[in-house]
């Protein structure tokens, strides 16, 4: 069994809509969770970072994470073709021989039709 | 800021061919790491350093892969002999220590064995 588990998709939604991308893990160990986007042919790029359950906000995007139940999500408001990209969550832990040392889901495939 | 410089973008070689990778990270980063993306498989950790030094390559697959950090602004990946199952984009991303587990990541180096 994989440390994160994403689903990979694709996810396909119209121009507009509320997206909900999605990760599980089993390392509790995990404190620090991140969301990247992946354009087409580009690296990975940062998105969302949050250390603490609850929900953190920007803009049209909210984290949200629930370390009781071990699950993560990422919300997109009014979903633009420009978010069309892979989406991918990551995880850490603090300290010992994993410092500095993240672990990704498969990402998952978002296309936002105009 | 010039971010991670990965070279080269494309590499085709020949099953049994020696292929290196080159990377230079963001000036001032102390990490760097090295992953590998296929879609099967999704971003996998091969090999990350610290101040120059390996500190985790439990990653890499076999002994054929390498990798090498001779100063702070230079890192190797190679694959000798490389095998069409090694064909896959090979990510290079840096951090600076305390920088809540950001790493930026390289444009990518798009390796095909024939």
């Known amino acids: 069994q994989k440390e994160v588990e994403q689903d990979p998709g694709p996810l396909s939604v119209p121009e507009g809509a509320i997206v909900s991308l999605n990760c599980t893990y089993s390392n509790s160990a995990f404190q620090y969770f991140m969301w990247y986007r992946q354009y087409s042919r580009k690296g990975p790029e940062l998105l969302m970072y949050?250390?603490?359950?609850g929900n953190k906000e920007d803009g049209r995007f909210t984290a949200q994470v629930d370390k009781s139940s071990k699950y993560i999500s990422l919300f997109i408001r009014d979903s633009q073709p420009s978010d069309s990209a892979t989406y991918l969550c990551?995880?850490?832990?603090?300290?010992?021989?994993?410092?500095?040392?993240?672990?990704f889901g498969q990402g998952t495939i978002l296309t936002v039709h105009p | 800021d010039a971010g991670v410089i990965q070279s080269p973008r494309h590499e085709v070689t020949e099953m049994g061919q020696e292929v290196t990778l080159r990377c230079k990270p963001i000036?001032?980063?102390?990490?760097l790491f090295w992953y590998r993306q296929t879609m099967m498989r999704g971003l996998e950790l091969l090999i990350y350093f610290n101040n120059n030094v390996p500190i985790d390559d439990s990653g890499m697959p076999e002994d054929r892969f390498s990798a090498k950090m001779p100063n702070a602004s230079f890192s190797t990946l190679k694959i000798q002999p490389s095998e069409p199952r090694d064909s896959a984009v090979y990510f290079c991303?840096?951090?600076?220590?305390?920088?809540?587990?950001?790493?930026?990541f390289g444009p990518g180096t798009r390796l095909t064995v024939l």
């Open positions: 991303a840096s951090r600076v220590a305390g920088a809540k587990d950001t790493q930026y």
């Open positions: 990551a995880m850490s832990a603090p300290g010992g021989t994993s410092y500095g040392k993240l672990t």
């Open positions: 000036s001032g980063h102390d990490y």
């Open positions: 949050t250390y603490s359950s």
